[in-house]
């Protein structure tokens, strides 16, 4: 009986070790790629990047990425061939860190940009990950669509007069922070940049803003009669369908 006692007591440690040394820290890097633009990193304040077990929802790592937008040419001017890497090793990413026995199949999210709140947007995708297997270089890469889009003025619950004109003025870059200028890379001459104005005494009706010498900046002006107004400045690419908006509520007394 004491026999069967040790044999037992020394498989169960055997078996406690075997399953210690089976867990192993796994590495994925995983990159947020801005739509017809740049990777989204510390400049604008980084993707929030979330690991899941995509059968119990258990978070198994999560944080922001950070490093910069990467190479410019390399990203949108240079042909890729299969296997060309698009990043280097300052290009804005998170290396998450799994600890898995098993085989995993897992859910990778990434809100992004993360600190823009009407602009964040969620993409995601699944995957298999093998313990030891790390998936590092450009690892897995999750596009984000639109544009971030800051409307500058009128301010949120502005009074303004009737008599006095009104400056519709917005900020609006890509995804990852890069700007659009007249003539740039982002070209703002290739995007429509409008406000709506609506209220419950009148129709909606659309105003064109134009770029300005500021980069990223678009303006107009216009008048409204007394009342309560809603003013939603859109920007939409029709080359991509990169799409942003933002909101603000004014008095005109």
């Keep these: 009986m004491k026999f069967r006692l040790q044999v037992f007591s020394l498989l169960s440690v055997f078996l406690f070790c075997f399953g210690s040394l089976s867990a192993q820290e796994t590495t994925i890097m995983v990159r947020a790629l801005a739509k017809d633009a740049k990777f989204i990193g510390s400049s604008i304040g980084g993707a929030k990047i979330i690991i899941r077990n995509a059968e119990t929802g258990e978070i198994l790592d ?16 240079t042909p890729q061939k299969r296997y060309d890497s698009l990043t280097d090793e300052k290009t804005a990413g998170f290396e998450a860190k799994l600890d898995i026995d098993d085989p995993i199949f897992i ?7 993360f600190n823009k709140k009407q602009a964040k947007v969620i993409s995601s995708t699944q995957l298999w990950v093998i313990p030891g297997k790390d998936i590092t270089g450009d690892g897995v890469v999750l596009e984000v669509p639109g544009f971030v889009v800051d409307i500058l003025s009128p301010q949120t619950h502005e009074r303004i007069k009737s008599s006095e004109e009104i400056s519709l003025k917005a900020n609006v870059v890509m995804m990852c922070g890069c700007p659009v200028t007249e003539g740039g890379t982002w070209d703002a001459n290739q995007y429509e940049v409008r406000a709506i104005i609506s209220s419950e005494e009148m129709e909606s009706r659309e105003i064109t803003l134009s770029p300005t010498e500021k980069p990223s900046t678009f303006a107009a002006n216009t008048n409204l009669e007394k009342g309560y107004y809603t003013i939603t400045i859109y920007a939409f690419d029709p080359l991509t369908g990169n799409t942003g908006v933002d909101k603000t509520n004014i008095i005109i007394n």
């Design 62 to 77: 999560q944080g922001l990425t950070s490093g910069s937008t990467g190479d410019t040419k390399l990203i949108l001017h």
């Design 107 to 113: 859910d990778v999210e990434a809100h992004a940009p």
